[in-house]
């Protein structure tokens, strides 16, 4: 069941580490957007 | 600001996953002979799903842009390889960890896997060309994903064709899915949600893409 649970949270790691990455990208773009 | 499109697939992605997560590991059956540690199928197959398509939209996207010369699908191709090598990072994650508990090793230099792993370093070169030539290298780029992408019915095939650690397709083969009804409806609803995440990264990345881009044609 550990195998399991290790893979289970990597998965959800992985995708909420890239959706911040995201979030992240779009907040940087918008304060460029206003320095403009 | 997220909204239209992106925010609804971002919604619905954001309760899909969760709830074939949920019942991947909660209300699916346990497997006769792997016992426990085939509930990783639940979320390695879904991340090969959406891999593979995410590729499948930059090979489209790629050709059409050698095809046409038109920005945005060089934007749609470079979003779509990153949403596909973060998927495809997933898939090489999980296959280890199932791979340890049902084979005894947690890596082999089967064809299957090696195919897999080759596709990974393709399209990080391909990410890493993006980065670094900017848009003169937009054509490097496209020409790089299209050979890349020849990869993927290697490794499809790859397990059909060699002998391999790996097991031949339980799904998406010609004389249908092998799984019994309850844990193919699960499987199809994991494989949904991934493909609801995929869509949603790849439409938020597009439109980053293309804002940045229309930024950067505004700055002198």
Redesign the interface.
């Known amino acids: 069941m550990s195998y399991v649970v290790a893979a289970y949270a990597l998965t959800v790691a992985v995708l909420a580490l890239y959706a911040l990455s995201i979030w992240r990208r779009q907040r940087a773009l918008a304060r460029r957007r206003d320095r403009l | 600001?997220?909204r239209g499109v992106a925010l609804m697939l971002l919604v619905l992605a954001a309760i899909a996953?969760p709830v074939g997560?949920a019942l991947a590991?909660f209300v699916a059956p346990v497997e006769a002979f792997q016992g426990?540690?085939y509930?990783?199928l639940y979320?390695?197959v879904p991340?090969v799903v959406a891999a593979y398509l995410a590729f499948a939209v930059t090979f489209v996207a790629s050709v059409a842009y050698l095809v046409t010369r038109r920005r945005r699908f060089d934007h749609l191709a470079g979003a779509a390889a990153e949403v596909g090598e973060?998927f495809l990072?997933?898939v090489l994650?999980?296959g280890p960890?199932?791979g340890?508990?049902v084979w005894g090793v947690w890596w082999t230099w089967d064809a299957r896997l090696t195919t897999a792993l080759i596709l990974w370093f393709i399209f990080a070169g391909y990410l890493m060309l993006r980065a670094w030539s900017g848009p003169q290298g937009a054509r490097a780029a496209a020409v790089v994903a299209i050979v890349g992408f020849l990869d993927i019915p290697l490794i499809h095939w790859s397990a059909i064709l060699l002998r391999t650690l790996h097991p031949r397709p339980t799904v998406f083969r010609p004389e249908g899915p092998a799984l019994p009804p309850a844990m193919l409806v699960i499987l199809l609803v994991n494989i949904a949600a991934f493909l609801l995440?995929c869509a949603a990264?790849v439409t938020?990345?597009l439109r980053?893409e293309t804002?940045?881009d229309a930024?950067a044609q505004?700055?002198p």
């Open positions: 600001m997220i996953v997560l590991l426990e540690p509930r990783i979320i390695h991340s973060v990072t997933l994650l999980t960890i199932w340890k508990p995440a990264f938020l990345r980053q804002a940045r930024l505004t700055v």
